[in-house]
Every structure is written in C-alpha cells, then in structure tokens.
C-alpha cells in the first residue's frame, strides 16, 4: 500500500527510534520537528500512501507538497548516539492505512538495527492545563519505575490512538522496547507549551541536548492566547448594563 | 495520438464547479476531440457524502451508470485534445480508496505523452474576483506574476485536482494551479459559478494564446441549476 523511499543509508550504531506524528494538540508533531529542526537530522527517507488524505498542502509561498512522512537521522559523534526520528505532515486516516505506516516504519527501523524506540503522543484532558505534565508507558512495566525518576506520571489505562499509538503497540510485538511520552493538553489548541514538556523529558531521558528556546517562545504564544480567550470569556460573563441605563448616557 | 510536448488542462468536480465548467466549456468551444476514457471501480455514480471532492474512509457511495439520452454511461475521466499542443482532461471525484491510485494513472498518462506542464483549473472560496495561482516551483509562480497572477491561497487543495498537482511532481512535469476566485455555498458547495469561470478561462487562454471565446459562457451556465436536483432519477 504505502511507499517508503529511503534517500539515504547512513551507518547508524544501535539507532533508537522516536516517532511524532501531527496529532492532538499538535503536541508530538510540534516536539518531534523541534528536535529535527535543532539537531539539524537529516532526512533518510520519505513514506507516502494512499491511505493519507487525498490532498496536496499549498504552503505560504504558494508552492505544493504531497501529504507524507519523513524519517531523519542523526548521530552524535561524541557519544555514540543515533537517532531515527518520524514526523510528517499528516497521518494516514484509515486504520488499515495507519498499520501499513506503522508497519513499514517499524520493518525500516529494523532494518537499521532499532531495538528501542519513544513515541510522542498527546495526553487529551479536555481542560485547560496550566502546568502541563507528562505522561508514561512502557512495552515493559518495569520501564515505568525509572520513567517516574524523570518526573512522568504512569498512564496505565486509555487508548492511545493512531499511528503514533501503532507504533509503539507493535513494537511490543516485535519486541522492541518501547516507551511513549504523552504531554497533557486541552486538546483545544495547537499546545507548544505541552510539547515543550514532552520534549524536555524525552531529551533528557536520551541525554541529548537540545535548544528550547524557539519551542519556547511558541509556547509562550499559546500562553497569551489562552490568556487572552481567559479575559474574553471573562468580560462576556458580567452582567451587561441594561438598555435604560444605557440611554441615560444619551441625550439627542 | 500526436502531440508535441502539450499542456494538460485539468478541471475536475470542485468548488461552485468552475474547475468543471471550464473543461466542459474548452472541450465544446476549442473544440477538442475525446482520445482516451479512463474508468475505475471507484467512481461512484452516487457520493455517500458531499462535496464529492472530500472523500472519506468508509463512505465509498454507490456504483452504478447515468443515463445520457436512455444510453448508460459509466463514470469517467475524459482525455481531449486540440491541436496536437493542448491536452484537456476532464476528471472525475473517485471514493477514499481510488483517489491517489487515480491521479497516478492521470499523471502517468500524461508522462507517457510527454506533457511539459499541466495546469489544474480550480477556485478558491475566498470571495471577490479575479484568478490566483499555486504551483509546484517558485519559477512558474515568477512567470504568473507577469501575467499578473499572484499567490494567495494558504493550506490543504483537496481531491483529484490537488492530488494531479502533487503526483505531477513525482514524474517532473510542471505544475500549476489556478484558482477562479468565488463565494463558497455551503448549502449547495458545488453549486456552479460562472463568473469565476469566465475569469479563470479568460487567464487560460491569454496565457496558451488559445483562440476561446468567451461570450456563451453565462448564458449557457444560467440555465443550469442547483446540482443537487439532476434531470432524471437516481435508481438503484
């Protein structure tokens, strides 16, 4: 069904996978562009399928791009460590189509050696959330006793949909160790301020460094616009001064 | 079938049916001469939900044929030609499961003619006149800015017309999309607007020299009305 083109076959050493697809809130999508963007991650491969929506994106300066996934690379020569990261600017919308995604992201992965792997998902409350946590799960329960050192709350009931959620369930299958960090969200709005927590833990649980400060300062952007929508629903509930009194002020 | 590196026009069943009226109306007063049918099992003769150009997993509509005169005829993608430079496709919305596999076959097509470029007729709701562009290279959209064509559309181009746009960039063909300015009706959103229409055309043809007239274009259109109340039936 799905086509994964792979561009480039870099010698990566015990790669660990981590994976974001746009979802809720954009939390993962906004976390896993982040760390491609600040690493400077190459691009490995492109995934395109039937099963993504059949569209094209016109971006802002008027030129097109199919819907598709992404897997980038990166290794840090210091330390040893190698990344393989998915993101995209859709998720395939049929579960059939999700599978086959996850599937072949995962046979991919394989096939340069993954045996770990980090999902990033959204941890939906429906409510504004003004210190956002992050959530944990893990292929293998004892994975969450040392989740709970880097400051993540368990998550050990719910559903985690989608592709970002396939993946981290198959790997189970495959026996791939896999962990997912889920940043908690209204679900309302595109949530910087939960990737940014999402990222923090994952960065630091990979011991990777990583620039916050444009993930940030996006936050900070989500911030004031909650704050702003906070004092619009404010003002609309005071009482409103009645027309009669409203006609005092006018004499004509 | 000889053409010369030709440029593909494609208008397909969309927004207020200009990308739809305008083929219809090349394919009539060029006129072009129909080369090649292209039929898919999923072409529904009747959409599960509209507009037909959103397609979604699960609501694959219902097969069947129309009638045209008491004869059936089978939905379809329609290959015209004029001259041997112009090639005019008039497309057709297939379900979920046949959108990509059809554009691919379009553009594979099209490739194997050895088409340079092809334009995709569309609108866009965002009221007003005039025509707007996107495309596939910064370059083309530089050529456009002569012809007085600016970009002006932000996110998703939905169905066939998009997906032609996006898979001619997987075979090396230039693309280009140009957008009939309209007023989006949500009540009846492929409801045809004939106005965009004449201005889309009018940029088509000053920009393939095309000798087009375009003074039947609004009262043909006039007599047609809302496309949800077909001539005939619809039975299964």
């Known amino acids: 069904m799905s086509v994964v083109k792979i561009h480039k076959k870099p010698k990566l050493k015990n790669p660990i996978l981590v994976g974001g697809l746009p979802g809720s809130g954009y939390v993962a999508k906004l976390a896993v562009d982040h760390l491609v963007k600040e690493l400077d991650a190459q691009l490995l491969g492109e995934i395109f399928s039937p099963a993504f929506p059949p569209q094209v994106l016109v971006k802002k300066d008027g030129t097109v791009e199919l819907m598709r996934n992404e897997l980038y690379w990166w290794r840090d020569e210091k330390s040893d460590t190698s990344l393989m990261i998915l993101t995209g600017n859709t998720q395939a919308v049929s579960p059939e189509g999700q599978y086959d995604i996850a599937e072949k992201v995962l046979d991919t992965a394989e096939d340069f050696g993954v045996k770990r792997m980090f999902t990033v998902a959204a941890f939906v409350t429906g409510e504004r959330v003004e210190k956002p946590r992050v959530f944990a799960t893990a292929t293998e329960p004892k994975l969450l006793n040392d989740l709970k050192k880097h400051g993540t709350v368990p998550m050990k009931e719910g559903n985690i949909g989608g592709t970002n959620g396939l993946l981290f369930g198959l790997a189970k299958l495959r026996r791939i160790q896999g962990i997912c960090l889920l940043g908690e969200t209204s679900g309302y709005i595109i949530d910087a301020k939960s990737a940014q927590a999402v990222l923090e833990t994952l960065t630091k649980i990979l011991d990777v460094r990583v620039d916050m400060s444009a993930l940030e300062n996006r936050a900070k952007e989500t911030e004031a616009f909650l704050r702003r929508m906070q004092e619009l629903t404010h003002r609309e509930e005071q009482p409103q001064p009645k027309k009669e009194e409203k006609g005092l002020f006018y004499i004509g | ?236």
């Open chain 2, 1 to 236: 079938m000889k053409l010369s590196q030709p440029v593909a026009l494609v208008g397909s069943p969309g927004l207020r049916s200009v990308g739809l009226i305008a083929v219809d109306y090349l394919v009539k007063k060029l006129p072009c001469k129909l080369f090649l049918n292209l039929y898919s099992g999923s072409f529904p003769a009747e959409y599960a939900l509209t507009p037909s150009y959103i397609a979604t997993p699960g609501f694959p509509g219902s097969g069947g044929v129309a009638l045209r005169n008491g004869v059936p005829e089978l939905p379809r993608v329609e290959f015209h030609s004029w001259q041997n430079r112009v090639v005019v496709i008039k497309g057709y919305q297939a379900d979920f499961e046949g959108q990509y596999q059809v554009a691919e076959t379009i553009i594979d097509h099209l490739h194997r003619l050895g088409t340079r470029r092809v334009i995709v007729l569309a609108a866009h709701g965002k009221g007003g006149e005039g025509v707007q562009c996107a495309g596939t290279e910064k370059r083309i959209l530089e050529e456009m800015t002569k012809h007085g064509i600016e970009t002006g559309y932000e996110g998703p181009f939905f169905g066939l017309s998009g997906l032609i746009l996006g898979m001619a960039m997987t075979k090396g063909i230039e693309g280009l999309a140009l957008f009939g300015l309209t007023t989006p009706m949500p009540e009846d959103p492929e409801f045809p607007d004939p106005t965009a229409t004449k201005a889309l055309l009018g940029k088509v043809s000053e920009l393939l020299n095309l000798p087009l007239d375009l003074s039947e274009l609004e009262p043909r259109i006039e007599k047609k009305t809302s496309t949800k109340k077909p001539e005939s039936g619809f039975s299964v």
